[in-house]
């Protein structure tokens, strides 16, 4: 069984930071892409970050520039590095695994709220 943790959430003022964290365990082995959603009230789930296991990453527009994502593939670990946060980031965030051919993998969540 595949489970994803994710850490690091919680309540910011605006133009603070805060790193969220995500741990892979289980029967998996070689992941490729990992990354991270978000999803605020009201408002459908977005992709926020990812991150191949070659190094390769993708941003959404809105996080560019103050957000990084970064993993070690020893560990299956990912990590979102979040500066200068913006009332609008305020969601709940989710670790995510894609998987070819199935259901991909989703960790809880963790919330981060940003404050004005």
């Known amino acids: 069984q595949v489970q994803l943790v994710e850490s690091g959430g919680g309540l910011v003022q605006a133009g603070g930071s805060l790193r969220l964290s995500c741990a892979v365990s289980g029967s998996i082995f070689n992941i490729n892409a990992m990354g991270w959603f978000r999803q605020a009230p009201g408002k459908q789930r977005e992709l926020v970050a990812t991150?191949?296991?070659?190094?390769?990453?993708n941003y959404a527009g809105s996080v560019k520039g103050r957000f990084t994502i970064s993993r070690d593939n020893a560990k299956n670990t990912v990590t979102l590095q979040m500066n200068s946060l913006k009332p609008e980031d305020t969601a709940v965030y989710y670790c995510?695994?894609?998987?070819?051919?199935?259901?991909?993998?989703w960790g809880q969540g963790t919330q981060v709220t940003v404050s004005s």
């Open positions: 995510w695994v894609p998987r070819a051919g199935a259901n991909d993998y």
């Open positions: 991150i191949t296991s070659g190094g390769s990453r």
